[in-house]
């Protein structure tokens, strides 16, 4: 079975530009989740779909962060424009209804 | 929102040993208990969970026990190896499954 796929692995930008991730989830898996991990800590979750439609997106910084995923297969998670801050690991996560969830590899994120 | 810590924050065992770390959790609605290690550089992957009508749960040198009614649970590693060495993130969650995860233990275990 594949598993969750996330690209690009690394992603270099200077402060102010944008940068657009993008995540593939199990075949199958209806919810899917988008994570920011900062060094150091744990994975905080920004968004979550069911299916085409937002569950939570409460922690989603909305003046900066997009995210969609059309036709309730894959999603992108966009910056626009990034700060400083923004730099970690974005991972991707997908599950079936109220299961267990499988992370991607995650995309490292440096603004300079 | 869910508040959750874990204790230790970091842990160094002789190989062998057994290591135990502790999750405190504030929300009485959580019901979905799953411990996640992540190796450096690695996608955190699932070690061991249990859902709230279940005490304990063992899987070879892993288990965990919850208590719900003090609101913690612990992740069990016994007979510690080297490869056990990485950080571990308690999650637990709620109805739709969406997780908190704590700040992460990172256990070193030493050959």
């Known amino acids: 079975e594949a598993g969750v796929a996330q690209s690009p692995r690394y992603k270099i930008i200077e402060k102010r530009q944008s940068v657009a991730f993008w995540c593939n989830p199990i075949s199958g898996h209806a919810t899917l989740y988008w994570y920011q991990q900062i060094l150091g800590q744990g994975p905080k979750l920004l968004i979550q779909f069911q299916n085409n439609g937002v569950v939570d997106d409460s922690q989603l910084p909305k003046d900066r962060f997009s995210a969609e995923r059309l036709k309730g297969v894959d999603s992108t998670l966009k910056i626009q424009p990034a700060k400083l801050e923004d730099s970690a690991v974005y991972l991707c996560a997908s599950s079936l209804v109220r299961d267990i969830q499988y992370f991607g590899a995650g995309t490292r994120l440096s603004v300079l | ?111």
């Open chain 2, 1 to 111: 929102g869910e508040n959750v810590e874990q204790h230790p924050s970091t842990l160094s065992v002789q190989e062998g040993d057994s290591a135990v770390i502790k999750c405190t959790y504030s929300d009485s609605a959580s019901n979905y208990f799953p411990w996640y290690k992540q190796e450096l550089g690695k996608r955190p992957q699932l070690i061991i969970d249990i859902r709230s009508n279940v005490g304990e749960k063992k899987d070879q040198r892993i288990a965990v026990t919850l208590n719900k009614t003090a609101k913690h649970f612990s992740l069990h590693i016994t007979e510690t190896q080297p490869e056990d060495s990485a950080v571990y993130f308690c999650a637990p969650g709620a109805g739709s499954y969406q997780l908190t995860f704590g700040k992460g233990t990172k256990l070193s275990v030493i050959p």
